[in-house]
């Protein structure tokens, strides 16, 4: 007795990307690539490596940080206060623009990154100690800078 055969389901309908060809950007979960896609799709494909990424729903607010530990480039919700890098595992305290100061080393120069409000900042790449704030020398400058919301 000959068996029925079931209706091939029909095919989704395919993506058509917006008219004005906006374009959002999210990080590769597999290699870590900055990959640019349209708006609207809800997973992209690297070009590299193959992995699909999901993309975050719309409206959510992401931001980006290198981590410290292997200077890979992170993007995460923003409001997040720690971020886990996928590649060493390194825990990254993620600050607000408001929460950041800049100084240069006070040894080898360097634009370092710091909590606001911290008495002093250790260089990475020297190992040099610069102290910042009220006991700050009159070498070493201090720039807070202010978060800035873009539309």
């Not at 890979?72 to 305290?93: D, K, P, W």
């Not at 240069?104 to 790449?125: D, E, F, H, P, T």
């Not at 020297?126 to 800035?148: D, I, L, R």
Request: aromatic content about 6%; proline content about 9%; charged content about 5%.
């Amino acid at each position: 007795m000959p068996v029925p055969l079931a209706p091939y389901p029909t095919p989704p309908a395919p993506y058509t990307p917006p008219a004005n060809g906006a374009q959002s950007q999210l990080v590769c979960s597999g290699c870590r690539n900055l990959l640019m896609y349209p708006v609207g799709a809800t997973s992209v494909c690297c070009a590299v490596c193959n992995a699909v990424t999901a993309v975050p729903p719309p409206g959510t607010e992401m931001a980006q940080l290198v981590c410290g530990g292997c200077h890979t480039l992170l993007m995460y919700i923003r409001g997040a206060t720690n971020v886990q890098c996928s590649c060493c595992h390194t825990v990254n305290l993620a600050l607000e623009a408001n929460q950041v100061a800049h100084v240069n080393c006070g040894n080898c120069r360097m634009l370092l990154m710091y909590q606001y409000g911290a008495r002093s900042v250790k260089c990475a790449v020297c190992n040099f100690v610069t102290s910042v704030g009220a006991s700050a020398t009159t070498s070493t400058t201090e720039q807070k800078f202010s978060s800035v919301t873009i539309q």
